[in-house]
Each structure stands twice: as structure tokens, then as C-alpha cells.
């Protein structure tokens, strides 16, 4: 098939590339120029595991090709995928003029039948809009349907390729075929394409990001409550998780949740419900809980230092708001690295890919040192804090870590070392939920 991707962020560029990869001829659409020229000379804008090496060979075999222009890249597609910013607006709900204004603009550039399809996480009633947008001043017959995204960044690539489901919302027959022959590749192993009316579609990406919103968040209150009682975060997780109807996955207390997508699709979620004259509650208490949990190791930090940071050096592990990704979007590094700063500690950081974002942050980026690896980080540091679980902190040298660090204390807010081997080992180890 002819498909057009308008976007290219994260959700677009995965998008546009699968969908090359599975022998459909793609062409990406971005009003960035300059990521646009980088991309025809095959600079891919964004760090994705596993995405590169599909981006170059359909970039080099011609099924996947980039424009700034909307006429020519959506010229002939049969299908044209919105993958536009949502970004959230000073109350919360998110902002639909990105999509809106190219909706406006597809209108008149339609030359024949296309299926306009919402990508971005959009609040329920969007697709209407999106029809209404293009229908005044479109000649010829479409149709715009829903069909959320749910890939997770670092594996987006497998989870595009192998989703556990594919939600398209229509009730358009000729739409309904067209995504049956789009997604068969994606769903040869039994994989369902669940199809139901689009605000329901809507609703179902909202539902499913603020439902392990709240599960990770119920078990930050767990691990908050287990270091008051004395019990053990990771045996709780492991004594739930067995059960089927809780599953294993999306369980792990830390220091909160981060990304592009959880704050700000809960705080959307949100919004519409005071919208409708809803009071969701427990949206309300998983966006306090959250942000309280991002900096709770400071008041452990500080009083491991007698209630004083100012002229510490603190090592800084981790920088995304996740291993295999350099996304620092609310993440809670940047959290905490801001409150050792007003503190008056001096920090030094390190991670494996999101080092450049972060020092391109103008309030903080020119007052962190960065180290060209994780042991340099130590060198002088008075303390280590862990804050994205790349899998090179797992495993660490310790005794590279003890010949650099100033003292033995690691605080931990993602639980990567076992207690009894650090306790062995004669470290001070503050992690979340495992203390009493
Ligand atoms: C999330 C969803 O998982 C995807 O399904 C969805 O498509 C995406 O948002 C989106 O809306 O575009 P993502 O933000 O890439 O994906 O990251 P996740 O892997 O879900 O992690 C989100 C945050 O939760 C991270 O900060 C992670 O550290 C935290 N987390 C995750 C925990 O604290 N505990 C866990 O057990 C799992």
C-alpha cells in the first residue's frame, strides 16, 4: 500500500519505517527541515534500539522516503497516519493545534479516497474534529479513524512489529478492510486487530496508560508503606505478581514513573473527566504520589550528610527516564539533580545516551559535570544516587566503585542490588521499599 506518515517523532518514525519494513511504500512528513535533510541523508533523528537498521535499508531500497511538503508526501496514499505532538496545555488537556492546523490543511490537498488515521494519543471526540477540519475544505470522500499506538520507547520496534493488539476505532467498512490488509503482517501470530467505534478507541489508549500509571503507583505506596513496617517491596511483587489476575509486569517501585507519555496522558485523562463533571479520584492521588516519589531518597541523601549537601559531590547513574532510551522528558533525575543543585551539592553524572539532552538543558546542563563513563562519575564523589536501571549499573567492579567513591553509601531509586550482597559488602544502601 501508499501510506503517508505525518510526524516524525518517535511514533511516526516507528511507524513509518515497520510499515516500510512490511513492503509498503512510506513517505514521512515533517516541517523540520533540517531533520528532514538528515533523514534523506540517512541520519536517523532518534535513539531506538533496533530502528536504524530498518530505517537505512528501506531508506536505501526506496520504500521509505522523506518530504517536508504535505502535498507531495501524501500524493497518491491511500492511507495517511497524523503522528503529531499532543502536548499538554496549561490546564492539562492536550493541545490539538498541531493536528487540527495539518487536518485543516489535508482538506483541499485530497485528490481521491484516503483513510486519515489518528496515531497520537488524542482525547476522546478528536476524530471528530479531525473529520470536521478536513471535511471544509475537502472534494472528495474519506474517512478518519482511530487507531492508538501503544509501543514503549526502547522496544518499539518489536512491540510495532509483535503488539499484543491492534485497537482501530471506525465504524466505516471500507476503513475496516483497509486496516485488516495493512496490519495482517503484525498479526500472523493470532495477535488480535480489536475494532470498535473511535471514541472508544480514544478512551482505550487513555485507560490502558493510566491503568499502569496506577499499578506502578499503588506499588510506590506499598514500597512506601513496607519501609515503614519492615517488610520487603520485592517480596510483595513477587508474592502478587504470581497471582494471574495482577500478572508480573509493570510492578517495580523506584522513584517514580517518567516519559513522554504517563504524566501527561493521566493529567489528560484527567482533565476530561473534570471536563464531563467527573471526579476520578484516583487519577488525582497517582499524580501527587508520583511527584512525591521522584525526590524522596533526598531527605536520605541529606540526612546521611547531617542535614547538609552544601560542598558534596554526588555521582549521578542514570539520566533517562529509562534504560534504552535518551528521552529525559519528566524524568526523575532531572528531578533530583535539581534539588541536590539548591542544595548547594555539586553534581556528576553520567549515562549511556542521554548525557547531550540533559546538557543541552539550559537551567542545569551547564552546572552537572558529565564523565565519559560510570566510574569516572565517581571519582571524588562523596555518593552515588542510581536513577535509571541501565543494565551496566546491574553488575557493577565494586571495588572500582570503592576506590573512587569517598564513602561507601549508594542510594538506589531502582532497586538493582540485592540487600544482603550490599550489606555483605559493608555499604550504606538506601533503596526503595526494602527498608525498614
Ligand atoms: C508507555 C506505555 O508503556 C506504552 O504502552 C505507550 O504506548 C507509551 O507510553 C505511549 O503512550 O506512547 P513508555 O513511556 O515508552 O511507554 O515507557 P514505559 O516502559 O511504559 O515506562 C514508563 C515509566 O514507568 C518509566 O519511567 C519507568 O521507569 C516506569 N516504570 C515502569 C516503573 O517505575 N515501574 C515499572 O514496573 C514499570
Known sequence: MKLAVVGTG????????????????????????????????????????????LFLRNSAEGRLQFTTSLAEGI??????????????????????????????????LLKHYAVVIDKSTVPVGTAEKVREAIAANATVDFDVISNPEFLREGVAVEDFMKPDRVVIGTSSDKARAMMNKLYAPLV????PIIFMDERSAEMTKYA????????ITFMNEIANLC????????????????????????????????????????????????????????LKSVMTVNEDQKTKLIPHVESYFGGDLKGKTIAVWGLAFKPY??????????????????????????????????????????????????YSALVDADALMIMTEWPQFRTPEFEKIETRLKNKVIFDGRNVYELDDMRERGYTYISVGREK
Open 75 to 108: 500524493e497518491g496514499a491511500e492511507v495517511i497516519f497524523l503522528a503529531l505532538p499532543t502536548p499538554p496545555g496549561e490546564d492539562g488537556s492536550a493541545d490539538l493545534k498541531y493536528i487540527l492546523g495539518v487536518a485543516k490543511d489535508l482538506g483541499p
Open 325 to 374: 532510551t535518551d528521552d529525559i522528558r519528566e524524568a526523575p533525575a532531572l528531578y533530583n539533580i535539581r534539588e541536590l543543585l539548591a542544595r548547594g551539592a555539586s553534581v556528576k553524572a553520567y549515562d549511556p545516551e542521554a548525557m547531550e539532552n540533559v546538557a543541552n538543558l539550559s537551567d542545569i546542563g551547564p552546572k552537572v559535570t558529565f564523565t565519559k563513563d560510570a
Open 10 to 53: 518517535y511514533v511516526g518514525l516507528v511507524t513509518g519505517t515497520c510499515f516500510a519494513e512490511t513492503g509498503n511504500q512510506v513517505t514521512c512528513i515533517d516541517i523540520d527541515a533540517r531533520k528532514v535533510e538528515k533523514m534523506k541523508s540517512g541520519i536517523i533523528p532518534i535513539y531506538e534500539p533496533g530502528l536504524e537498521e
Open 227 to 282: 519501609e515503614r513496617v519492615g517488610a520487603n517491596v520485592d517480596d510483595i511483587r513477587r508474592g502478587i505478581g504470581t497471582d494471574s489476575r495482577i500478572g508480573k509486569r509493570f510492578l517495580f517501585a523506584g522513584i517514580g514513573y517518567g516519559g513522554s507519555c504517563f504524566p501527561k496522558d493521566v493529567q489528560a485523562l484527567h482533565k476530561t473527566s473534570e471536563d464531563y463533571a467527573y471526579d476520578f479520584a484516583i
Open 208 to 215: 490502558a496508560n493510566a491503568f499502569l500509571a496506577v499499578k
Open 188 to 191: 500472523r501470530q493470532g495477535n
